[in-house]
């Protein structure tokens, strides 16, 4: 297991001492992302405790998208994920998400349908298709909020199945879901290395919250050592600052353009609404002149008179609304 932070601090020296908040918790995805793929003896833990599995089970860890140090967050080639290559076997998108957005759930298949569609070495058959799964970290609902599909489970699985029988089609492609959200709905509570434990540091946001949780779980003592060491690296501190300042533009941008739209949409909803209005004026007036017996000359006098028509558009009005009656 590779550790390319080159300074990691002491748990007991350095982390347990430490108070107030973590400048960069987990639940920020760029921390997320650069811990886990600096760290993968963290990420073995985690994804031992994830997959429930025993950690020694784990006996290679290969990160497939490595961000390189001295790398800017706004590269292109920067994704916030950790995409790894479990014993040579099964490859697994890990990622922390936060926020909702429309279209969430369309964006993790087309994430796990793309790795599982280049996971197929060339000239090979389908049997070298190798299991994939994405796990989603999400601190946010994964529909919308009032979709009947939300539901308030802390561990979710979606599989491809038969819609009679609930037969899994193949158990080779998969998306599993942990819930930030619902912590209080985990069942493993007392496993002191269990994926309830992790969700809890994960969302940790002070360092004695995080510390009374990872003491004495040698994965997350790691872990804590990447966070801190990377919270007072001067160079991922301005990235970090830099892409929450540019998050920060964008929400702002998105919210201005919603608030445009909102406006815009009322004027033109206004608009119409009062051109409706004013459609159907007319037409109770031809219909109610007519029914009175009054000739198609003093019709069209007062819709010109009345709605500041000229005779042609009166004429229109007239022809239109007299064959429907």
């Known amino acids: 297991m590779t550790n390319l932070l080159s300074e990691i601090p002491d748990f007991k020296r350095d982390i347990l001492p430490l108070s107030g908040d973590i400048r960069f918790p987990l639940t920020y995805d760029y921390m997320f992302t650069a811990c886990f793929q600096y760290n993968t003896y963290a990420l073995k833990g985690l994804l031992a405790a994830k997959l429930n599995i025993d950690p020694e089970e ?22 916030l994920d950790v995409k790894v290559c479990l014993n040579n076997l099964t490859l697994i998108d890990i990622e922390m998400q936060v926020a ?36 989603a970290i999400m601190d946010c609902d994964l529909f919308p909020r009032d979709d009947p599909r939300n539901m308030d489970d802390f561990l979710s699985e979606y599989y491809i199945m038969n819609a009679k029988n609930h037969q899994i089609f193949s158990s080779n492609f998969r ?47 790691a872990l804590a050592g990447s966070v801190c060491a990377l919270c007072n690296d001067p160079k991922f501190v301005e990235e970090c600052e830099r892409h929450l300042r540019g ?13 445009k739209g909102m406006a815009q949409g009322m004027a033109q909803g206004l608009e119409q609404g009062l051109e409706q209005g004013r459609e159907e004026g007319i037409k109770t007036l031809i219909l109610d002149n007519l029914e009175e017996g009054r000739s198609a000359e003093v019709i069209l006098n007062k819709l010109m008179r009345h709605y500041s028509l000229n005779r042609e558009e009166a004429e229109t009005y007239y022809k239109r609304y007299s064959d429907e009656a």
């Open 58 to 79: 784990i006996t290679s860890l290969e990160i497939m998208n490595p961000i390189e140090k001295g790398s800017s967050v706004d590269d292109k080639d920067i994704v």
């Open 247 to 259: 998050e920060w533009e964008y929400n702002s941008m998105m919210a201005e353009a919603n608030r």
């Open 175 to 221: 998306m599993e879901m942990v819930s930030l959200k619902h912590l209080e709905n985990a069942v493993d509570k007392e496993n002191p290395n269990g994926i309830y434990q992790w969700a809890r540091l994960l969302k940790s946001t002070t360092w004695k919250e995080f510390t009374m949780i990872a003491e004495n779980n040698k994965y997350m003592e």
């Open 100 to 135: 909702h957005y429309d279209y969430l759930p369309e964006r993790f298949l087309h994430q796990i349908c793309r790795i599982y569609s280049k996971s197929l070495p060339k000239g090979s058959d389908y049997s070298s298709l190798p299991p994939v799964i994405h796990i």
